[in-house]
DNA sequence: GTCTATAATAAGATAGAC
DNA sequence: GTCTATCTTATTATAGAC
């Protein structure tokens, strides 16, 4: 390919592109969401550090720069997921409501949350498969999903003491249950809809699991 | 190291053990096994076959000549784990029952399997993370599965004639119900226990759990 | 059928220029 | 801060003896 051997004279590009400076940020958010892509397809072990710099617009020197590891690359990937989906939790504004309209509102919420957001759901189930390792080292984690708890167990004393819903059910145990429901349908669509012929996507499916989560909840809670 | 080099004069002993036999099947059988150990613990791309080759007691030649490839490897431990699973479904006798109580003996069935089969659950959520590529290309896996459901839609409609469960719910529907809160509680359990700070291992939350989703499916079933 | 040794390649991480 | 080129090690897979 060389036609000189005077390589002093080849290529001074080191500058990215044409006239635009350097932007660290812009740099380094760029690494994160193409990680975000290529963690949630492939895993943990599955992620290739070169298929990341691949879908990045810089180069793989500089994922070793900003993040030092692929180990903690994935780190800050499991951060943003859950951070992402832990904010959108709050200002459901569940207060204005009256108990049972409000249980079904979380309900409905979490259903939807957990369709539409899929890159989650599968972090979450990489996570597990390495025995949520990451999640017991970040503190941050931890600290974003209490709003959801506190939420419902408001929301239970609540109805509890207008007598709409029986008495002692635990917000964490509730949680458990709505949550198992919603993610599982989309952790496990891959395997649950081949071996029981199901079309999960399907929008009438969708509607009718929505109302059965709904309405076993709420048949759960009343006294 | 060599002391000497008369190659021909060293180590004649391509003969396993002394004195026994070759043993196709017991070789093949051991190589699965600890393909199962391998693969459970670090997923289909974590795995590595040389790691499985020193839980076995043979060689990682041995691997590629029964099963020649990774893939195929994982393939097998996939329809072995889903078959002991499916198998155990079947001899339940839920007809002597009535249907409330049969669809309750189901549902404690379903918690306690998935609580002592930690690998299965496992499996198949590396199988997800794959998106079923493997549960696809095996008849055999869906062959198996379609007992559970022929049940539950037997106990149903049973029921439904019978007055005691209310009208049209369908098999797969409630079977989707019952798993994802049974598989959930194993799969998550590790980002779910940490986050929220629960110990899901402790006999106590378990039988609280159990009583929940056995209550939430009785209560959802009545008419 | 089984073993040891090794080839071929892929992957994480780094060097060094600019 | 960014780039290209490369080092090192780990990993899948195979050769060839017995």
Redesign the pocket.
């Known amino acids: 390919m060389k036609t000189t051997d005077d ?2 004279a080849e ?6 592109v044409k006239g635009r400076k ?3 940020e ?3 958010d760029n690494i994160l969401q193409a990680a975000i892509v290529e963690f949630v397809a492939q895993g943990l072990s599955g ?5 990341i710099a691949e879908r990045t ?10 993040f ?4 903690q690359l994935y780190a800050e990937v499991l951060e943003k997921l859950y951070g992402d989906i832990r904010r959108t939790e709050t200002g459901l504004n569940l207060d204005a409501l009256e108990p049972m309209q409000a249980i079904q509102r979380l309900v409905e919420f979490t259903f939807d949350h957990h369709d539409r957001n899929v890159d989650f759901v599968r972090i979450v189930c990489i996570e597990n498969i390495h025995n949520g390792e990451n999640v017991k080292q970040s503190p941050t984690i931890r600290a974003l999903s209490q709003n959801i708890v506190e939420t419902l167990d408001k929301l239970l004393r609540r109805g509890e003491s207008e007598g709409i819903f029986r008495q002692g059910v635990d917000a964490i145990d509730l949680h458990l249950m709505i949550s198992s429901f919603c993610f599982y349908r989309i952790s496990n669509r891959h395997t649950f809809s081949e071996i029981f012929q199901i079309d999960l996507v399907d929008e009438q499916v969708k509607q009718r699991h929505k109302d059965m989560i709904c309405d076993s909840v709420t048949r759960y809670l009343r006294p």
Do not use: F
């Not at 992620?47 to 298929?51: L, T």
């Open positions: 390589s002093l290529a001074p590009l080191p500058v990215p350097n932007n660290p812009k740099t380094r992620a290739r550090v070169d298929a617009h810089t180069s793989k020197r500089m994922i070793y720069y900003y030092n590891s692929k180990e």
